[in-house]
């Protein structure tokens, strides 16, 4: 009973996960400000290289940024959303850990945007114009060497609470499969919120979606769950991910029997909706020197006062193996602020790991570190997480918040991606925590 905490942290896998090694995709630029700014000179090239990957038509923004008209008529927008950080959305501090594909905007190059919208938006010499980029709303990385999808659509009713519904598939694979990436295409963008791959090496997925009676294909669980404790996870998509692969020698492993789990998180938008959704994974015959798996850390035990502006909670979790580091995912819910991460050595040398100083619920990112990072056995995980129930916040509860899966109860969570030569199953990872909450935890 004293584990259970552990297991709804699992379940809350649906908010989380992510994708190993997905990140949002740009690439940067430096550039000093000039005496008048144009679209076709200074403009286009950081829109190109910082905003249209998600900016373009049948991409997941709501408008595009391709072009002039297109972004003339935002101008006044994109001053705001750069100036005010909303946009690009990358919330790791510049300098706390260093990432792949850090997309953020020089101080020059948001001092040329807002100048531009401030002086006209300018369109310039049209022959200087950057080449029209070119878009495929097709596979991001090439057609997957295995497609999974519902067999028939899913109905979703016109309205209620959102769903989390989670269809099983089995490989029959008789030899261990090696994925590589998993890449989803949500069928219907209006009610598919996110998804994440769980693998479920028992039978529990499968019996439940045996035993479900409402006649449509696979199960519902509540909260983020899938039911049942699932034995690994793919990682997930969300809106704005870009899927990458894992590093040469390491993949994810699906051995035989062990099932995947698609679970839809559906947000119904009050008509009635069909969803097929298509996960795609991409696998690999080499067999990898290491398997790439999901650490936990943790910290259930905390209590966010009503009224409360910047509530600690702070935790030190220890490393049960030799590992080595490639990802990190702060998570949090609604009264998030600020979470900040970092390695403690055993000499107590600290190296930070991530720092997101303005938690946005909305874009929680996975941070792929631009050099993976070896840790030994005994090394501690040090995080601060800081929550506002305060007027401040237009989401505060009238309640003290706890641990829960719901949206409106609270994690204090990061998600680590690491590959080990010693696999940390849960069970080693659910001691490991007890062991350092019976020490005190922080
Ligand atoms: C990872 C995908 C992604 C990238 C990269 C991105 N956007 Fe967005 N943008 C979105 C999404 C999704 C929304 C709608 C949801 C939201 O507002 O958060 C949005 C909303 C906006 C809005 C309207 C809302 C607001 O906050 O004002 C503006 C303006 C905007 N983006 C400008 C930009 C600019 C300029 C860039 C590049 C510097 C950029 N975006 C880069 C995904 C992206």
């Known amino acids: 009973m004293r584990y259970s905490f552990v297991f709804v942290g699992l379940s809350c896998l649906a908010a989380v996960g992510f994708g190993i090694g997905a990140t949002q995709k740009s690439v940067s630029s430096t550039v000093k400000i000039p005496k008048s700014v144009t679209y076709a000179e200074n403009i286009a090239p950081i829109l190109n290289a910082h905003c249209t990957s998600c900016h373009h038509d ?4 709501p ?8 972004s003339k008529k935002q101008s006044a927008n994109i001053a705001s959303a750069t100036d005010g950080k909303r946009m690009p959305p990358w919330k790791a501090v510049h300098g706390y850990g260093t990432f792949l594909d850090e997309n953020r905007l020089t101080e020059s190059e948001l001092t040329i945007l807002k100048t531009w919208a401030e002086t006209g938006a300018a369109r310039g010499d049209v022959k200087k114009e950057p ?18 999808t519902q067999t028939k659509p899913f109905k979703l009713e016109a309205e209620g609470a959102d769903i989390y519904r989670n269809f099983v598939f089995d490989l029959k694979n008789t030899e261990p499969v090696y994925v590589t990436a998993m890449d989803v295409k949500p069928g219907n963008r209006k009610v598919v919120h996110h998804i994440i791959g769980f693998l479920d090496a028992g039978n529990g997925a499968t019996r439940l979606a045996k035993n479900n009676t409402d006649g449509q294909e696979g199960y519902t669980s ?4 899938i ?10 998509w969300a809106p704005g991910v870009t ?8 993949a994810f492993v699906v051995k035989p029997g062990t099932k995947i789990v698609m679970q839809v998180h559906y947000h119904k938008d009050g008509k009635p909706e ?3 959704t298509k996960l795609g994974l991409y696998t690999t015959k080499v067999k990898p020197e290491k398997e790439v798996d999901i650490l936990w850390c ?21 490393i049960p193996a030799d590992a080595t580091i490639y990802t990190v995912m702060p998570h949090m819910h609604l009264l998030g602020k600020s979470m900040k991460a970092k390695l403690v050595k055993s000499d107590g040398t600290e190296v930070p790991l991530v720092f997101v100083d303005k938690w946005d619920f909305n874009w929680q990112l996975v941070y792929a570190l631009k050099e993976p990072l070896q840790v030994k056995k005994g090394w501690k995980i040090a995080v601060e997480a800081i929550y506002d129930n305060s007027d401040a916040n237009p989401y505060k509860t009238n309640r003290a918040v706890t641990w829960g899966e719901q949206t409106t109860d609270e994690m204090a969570l990061l998600v680590i991606g690491y590959t080990s030569d010693t696999p940390i199953d849960m069970k080693t990872q659910i001691k490991q925590m007890v062991l350092d909450f019976a020490k005190g935890g922080n």
Request: aromatic share 8%; proline share 8%; no cysteine.
């Open 58 to 61: 049948g991409a997941v923004a």
């Open 63 to 70: 408008f595009s940024l391709v072009g002039y008209e297109a």
């Open 131 to 148: 080449k029209p980029q070119v878009f495929s709303n097709d596979w991001d990385l090439g057609k997957p060497d295995v497609i999974l």
């Open 222 to 225: 509540s909260g983020g769950g």
């Open 227 to 236: 039911g049942t404790v699932p034995s690994g996870s793919l990682g997930g």
């Open 243 to 250: 899927v990458r692969k894992t590093l040469p020698g390491t």
């Open 274 to 276: 069909m969803d097929q």
């Open 298 to 318: 943790a910290n259930p035990m905390f209590q966010i006062p009503v009224g409360a502006a910047s509530h600690r909670v702070a935790w030190k979790q220890t």
